[in-house]
């Protein structure tokens, strides 16, 4: 990314560099595919990644993020966080797919990665699980235009984390009627039965 010009908007991914982000890492080394502090690089090549790389980048940074096979996240969520809200405000479908679908592996049922000596009920894990969820559900309004998109990823991807975070929030329940109505994509159809089906 280039820095942005004197007097415009901050550079959104200056902050990646302030997140000690080795103390976010799991105990083991091994629990994750890929080092926490790798996470800057991962953000910041995802932000310019176009095409089929997105889908690379992002793959890469999921191993930062999510335990490859729980499906659970790691601590490091937390912090990165803000910085896939920001990938969605970009301008490229892809980008954002891939940062929704990020985020909503974050909010999942399944919860964070608990390693001994957390448990599932332990204080502090529910605290993580708590500031996380207020973190994503505060970028809502960066999901919204996707469901709009050209873009299946993009519009699928808004459509579940907006189904997990909100599902009987007024304006999502419009435009979930309006999908419904108008959108004959096979995939997104699916995607609202399933958010039917949990309200």
Known sequence: MVASPPGSRPEPFAGLELVD???FGPPSPTDAE????EVPDLIRGLATAEGQAAREWGEALRGALIHGHSGL???TAEPAAP????LCRGERPEVAAEA???LLSC???DGPFHPA???PDDTHLSEFVTRTRAIIHSGRAAYYPWLCSSHVGARIGAL???GVLEPKAPEFQRELARLEASDGNRRIQQAIREIRLDL
């Not at 890929?34 to 502090?37: H, L, N, Q, T």
């Not at 910085?83 to 920001?86: P, T």
């Open 117 to 119: 000596p957390l448990r």
């Open 160 to 162: 579940q984390l907006l």
């Open 34 to 37: 890929r080092d926490a502090c």
């Open 73 to 75: 996240y790691f601590r």
């Open 21 to 23: 982000w080795a103390r």
């Open 83 to 86: 910085f896939l809200i920001e």
């Open 100 to 102: 929704l679908s990020l």
């Open 107 to 109: 909010v999942g049922d």
